[in-house]
């Protein structure tokens, strides 16, 4: 709890943008998935980025935790109070800049999610490509190095963040980055910022890199006879050097649920959802080459949909899997994990990932951007039973392991929070203890996201 003399500093910085209300914690205190922690003490809504440094100095002064906070759609539990502190709430910080279509970058603050960028930039013919699934905020993304369907193509937010503006745990305001294209000056402390989930500042403005709307656009989608088809087809997909925009994999059990749930009539069986982006005659190309590398692969029923009102719908059903799988399992929660792995080693990580999850007595779909190695799994659980909530919990432990055993890691794009650092050391080593180090030599009290990400 807040004593009166720390609420009342707080309360002078934010006036009425400061909640103690039950009902508030309550909602910030809430995951995706299911990671759970206690409450916040308080949540506040800054407007500006000097909140922010008074903020992180109030911090500072009354030893108290500071959490970043977007929409509130991270999965290993990264935005939750593990030692109570003050949630901090973008919601309101949420603008667009400036847009700059010469140099194909954009300034926004952290509240504004992808959609909403996307919408200002209509009219520039550019668009901001990243796509994780839910209508994140964009400060959230970078926070957790965010990724998604279109990244086999266009990259991550590593690849798409050009500079930041970061308030840092003292209070001091910096920025990272520049306009240009390129830099070798110094550390890369954009790319440190990126990923680091809040546990080293709070990200006040992000410079963003944009790319051209496509002049054409094919999305087709694909049945097969196994899952080891469609894995292998995508395998030679990338090996032949086509490069797809989104390259997505549903097995038969979420096939079964997004037909339900999003009133779609695909067969039942292995699904590949394929997108290509680019100019007409390009295109015809490539999607000639992948009609026959699918067909060698046994698939059936491939569909082409190049109007616009039908590939909205397959990929809004692609988007809603994960409240389609839910509701397939109705009263259930799920345990959310991902993965990724060489491409090589794709087909092995995911047949034996279903073996695991065959064996378990639990459902457990998978689906994923398997064009760069990344795909999850969403076991089912009863959260009543705990039996089935460890037994879900042991299915992650193995298919971190796994991945690791085949050359990947832990987590492609959900991220670490506190759900799964107990995985960092096996795949960091020594690593691991550097990372803990950078962060005590920039938040040394340990209050920027504490229990996240880095060793205690």
Same mark, same amino acid.
């Given at each position: 709890?807040?004593?009166?003399?720390?609420?009342?500093?707080?309360?002078?910085?934010?006036?009425?943008?400061?909640?103690?209300?039950?009902?508030?914690?309550?909602?910030?205190?809430?995951?995706?998935?299911?990671?759970?922690?206690?409450?916040?003490?308080?949540?506040?809504?800054?407007?500006?980025?000097?909140?922010?440094?008074?903020?992180?100095?109030?911090?500072?002064?009354? +030893?108290?935790?500071?959490?970043?906070?977007?929409?509130?759609?991270?999965?290993?539990?990264?935005?939750?109070?593990?030692?109570?502190?003050?949630?901090?709430?973008?919601?309101?910080?949420?603008?667009?800049?400036?847009? +700059?279509?010469?140099?194909?970058?954009?300034?926004?603050?952290?509240?504004?999610?992808?959609?909403?960028?996307?919408?200002?930039?209509?009219?520039?013919?550019?668009?901001?490509?990243?796509?994780? %699934?839910?209508?994140?905020?964009?400060?959230?993304?970078?926070?957790?190095?965010?990724?998604?369907?279109?990244?086999?193509?266009?990259?991550?937010?590593?690849?798409?963040?050009? %500079?930041?503006?970061?308030?840092?745990?003292?209070?001091?305001?910096?920025?990272?980055?520049?306009?240009?294209?390129?830099?070798?000056?110094?550390?890369?402390?954009?790319?440190?910022?990126?990923?680091?989930?809040?546990?080293?500042?709070?990200?006040?403005?992000?410079?963003? +890199?944009?790319?051209?709307?496509?002049?054409?656009?094919?999305?087709?989608?694909?049945?097969?006879?196994?899952?080891?088809?469609?894995?292998?087809?995508?395998?030679?997909?990338?090996?032949?050097?086509?490069?797809?925009?989104?390259?997505?994999?549903?097995?038969?059990?979420?096939?079964?649920?997004?037909?339900?749930?999003?009133?779609?009539?695909?067969?039942?069986?292995?699904?590949?959802?394929?997108? &290509?982006?680019?100019?007409?005659?390009?295109?015809?190309?490539?999607?000639?080459?992948?009609?026959?590398?699918?067909?060698?692969?046994?698939?059936?029923?491939?569909?082409?949909?190049?109007?616009?009102?039908?590939?909205?719908?397959?990929?809004?059903?692609?988007?809603?899997?994960?409240?389609?799988?839910?509701?397939?399992?109705?009263?259930?929660?799920?345990?959310?994990?991902?993965?990724?792995?060489?491409?090589?080693?794709?087909?092995?990580?995911?047949?034996?990932?279903?073996?695991?999850?065959?064996?378990?007595?639990?459902?457990?779909?998978?689906?994923?951007?398997?064009?760069?190695?990344?795909?999850?799994?969403?076991?089912?659980?009863?959260?009543?039973?705990?039996?089935?909530?460890?037994?879900?919990?042991?299915?992650?432990?193995?298919?971190? +392991?796994?991945?690791?055993?085949?050359?990947?890691?832990?987590?492609?794009?959900?991220?670490?929070? &506190?759900?799964?650092?107990?995985?960092?050391?096996?795949?960091?080593?020594?690593?691991?203890?550097?990372?803990?180090?950078?962060?005590?030599?920039?938040?040394?009290?340990?209050?920027?996201?504490?229990?996240?990400?880095?060793?205690?």
């Amino acid at each position: 709890m807040l004593d009166d003399t720390a609420l009342a500093a707080l309360r002078a910085i934010f006036g009425d943008r400061l909640s103690v209300a039950p009902a508030l914690l309550a909602q910030h205190a809430q995951s995706e998935s299911l990671v759970s922690a206690g409450r916040p003490d308080a949540v506040v809504f800054p407007h500006a980025t000097d909140e922010v440094a008074a903020l992180a100095r109030w911090s500072s002064t009354h +030893r108290v935790p500071l959490i970043g906070w977007g929409a509130g759609t991270s999965l290993e539990g990264h935005a939750l109070a593990v030692s109570g502190g003050v949630v901090v709430n973008f919601r309101d910080m949420a603008a667009v800049l400036e847009i +700059r279509p010469e140099d194909r970058l954009v300034r926004v603050q952290p509240g504004i999610t992808r959609e909403a960028l996307n919408r200002e930039l209509r009219a520039t013919g550019l668009m901001f490509p990243v796509d994780p %699934g839910a209508n994140a905020t964009l400060g959230g993304m970078a926070a957790t190095r965010a990724s998604g369907t279109t990244a086999v193509r266009y990259g991550t937010m590593r690849d798409n963040v050009r %500079g930041l503006e970061v308030v840092l745990a003292d209070g001091q305001v910096i920025r990272t980055g520049t306009g240009a294209p390129k830099s070798s000056a110094g550390y890369d402390l954009t790319a440190l910022f990126v990923g680091s989930e809040g546990t080293l500042g709070l990200i006040t403005e992000l410079t963003l +890199r944009l790319h051209g709307q496509p002049e054409a656009v094919m999305t087709a989608v694909a049945a097969f006879p196994s899952v080891a088809a469609s894995v292998d087809c995508v395998i030679a997909t990338m090996q032949m050097g086509l490069t797809p925009a989104r390259i997505e994999f549903l097995d038969a059990e979420t096939v079964a649920a997004c037909n339900a749930y999003s009133h779609l009539s695909l067969p039942p069986a292995p699904q590949l959802l394929v997108e &290509f982006h680019g100019h007409p005659a390009g295109l015809a190309e490539d999607v000639s080459r992948f009609r026959d590398l699918a067909a060698a692969h046994g698939a059936t029923g491939l569909d082409w949909a190049d109007k616009a009102e039908d590939r909205t719908r397959l990929w809004a059903a692609r988007h809603a899997a994960y409240r389609a799988i839910l509701a397939s399992r109705p009263g259930a929660k799920a345990v959310v994990t991902d993965v990724c792995v060489p491409i090589s080693a794709l087909a092995t990580a995911v047949e034996e990932t279903r073996a695991d999850i065959a064996t378990s007595g639990i459902p457990g779909p998978i689906l994923g951007h398997v064009g760069d190695g990344n795909f999850h799994a969403i076991l089912l659980v009863d959260p009543a039973s705990d039996t089935e909530v460890a037994t879900a919990k042991a299915l992650a432990g193995r298919m971190a +392991r796994r991945a690791l055993r085949l050359g990947g890691t832990i987590t492609g794009e959900h991220g670490v929070g &506190f759900g799964k650092r107990p995985c960092m050391q096996a795949e960091h080593g020594a690593a691991w203890a550097v990372m803990g180090a950078l962060k005590r030599a920039l938040d040394p009290l340990g209050l920027m996201n504490p229990g996240k990400l880095v060793p205690d």
